[in-house]
Nanobody, 131 residues
């Protein structure tokens, strides 16, 4: 059973940084997708940044490109999202997500990760950016 636990959310002034962490456990394979999604009230859940471990392919939403950076620790059991130059529009609940799938991975092939491409979800951590 894959379990994901997020931490690091909070309130910050516009322009400030936050670092989100996702602790993962229960993987049965080293081949998996992992990343961060976010969802604001009344909005659809959207991909922020994702990575495919087999080839280290990454995705960053256009809205965060150049501001957010995805990284993994040496043990490969945590995923961090460094968020810099935060904007009020970044305010949302942020969710860690993961998947263990075989065959072609839709989001890797297309470069467009969707929530349905991920099977395991953390509880979420709130990020609030004030202007």
């Amino acid at each position: 059973q894959v379990q994901l636990v997020e931490s690091g959310g909070g309130s910050v002034q516009a322009g400030g940084p936050l670092r989100l962490s996702c602790a993962a456990s229960g993987y049965t394979s080293s081949r998996y997708s992992m990343g961060w999604f976010r969802q604001a009230p009344g909005k659809e859940r959207e991909a922020v940044a994702t990575i495919y471990t087999v080839n280290e392919r990454t995705y960053y939403a256009d809205s965060v490109e150049g501001r957010f950076t995805l990284s993994r620790d040496n043990a490969k059991n945590t995923l961090c999202l460094q968020m810099n130059s935060l904007k009020p529009k970044d305010t949302a609940m942020y969710y860690c997500a993961a998947a263990q799938r075989v065959g072609p991975i839709w989001w890797v092939t297309t470069g467009r990760p969707r929530p349905v491409d991920f099977d395991y979800w953390g509880q979420g951590t709130q990020v609030t950016v004030s202007s």
